[in-house]
């Protein structure tokens, strides 16, 4: 396991969830791929691209629906929810980089549920650290990860696309991602 400032292979983990969301909607009708801004949605775009998918992405921010929004405050970097497809009926795979509290997942499944109501939603995450708040497991994974209570994970994307995650230590500007 990679320690403080390493790497995890994040496209060989992108290639593992990429197999298991494949296998996960194989026959399935009505499939969609949404992801929760920003890592989510960068993982989504490419799940979507390489499912056949793409008529049936959406992104979602969550900011508003953080049970935590009085205490956070707004993050300065807000996108808008794009949802193009009739979410009534749909089998959702809900895409976020990094799973740990479930917050971030519970306010995502609350945003859904504004643009109706599917017939499934599960749940995608590159990583899963553990730390759980609320009762909420990812379908799929890409890896389970234990980090010191200290360290968060970052997943970046560069300018041709490639991901990174690695592990970073929380610092006073830095706030984690409880995911």
Not at 15 to 21: A, D, K, N, T, Y
Request: aromatic fraction near 6%.
């Amino acid at each position: 396991m990679p320690t403080s400032n390493q790497a995890y292979d994040a496209e060989a983990l992108y290639r593992e969830l990429l197999g298991q969301v494949r296998a996960g909607l194989d026959g399935v009708p009505d499939a969609a791929i949404v992801g929760i801004h920003s890592g989510g949605a960068w993982l989504a775009e490419r799940l979507a691209k390489d499912l056949d998918l793409t008529n049936r992405l959406g992104s979602i921010d969550v900011s508003f629906y953080r049970d935590d929004y009085a205490k956070k405050g707004l993050h300065p970097d807000v996108k808008p929810t794009h949802i193009r497809f009739p979410v009534d009926g749909a089998t959702v795979v809900l895409v976020d980089d990094v799973l740990q509290t479930g917050r971030t997942v519970r306010a995502a499944i609350n945003v859904l549920f504004d643009y109706g109501r599917p017939a499934c939603i599960r749940l995608a995450a590159l990583a899963d650290r553990g730390g759980r708040e609320l009762p909420v497991a990812a379908d799929y994974v890409g890896t389970r990860a234990t980090l010191a209570p200290n360290q968060s994970l970052c997943l970046q994307r560069d300018e041709a696309g490639q991901l990174s995650l690695t592990i970073e230590a929380d610092s006073s500007e830095h706030v984690q991602d409880l995911s």
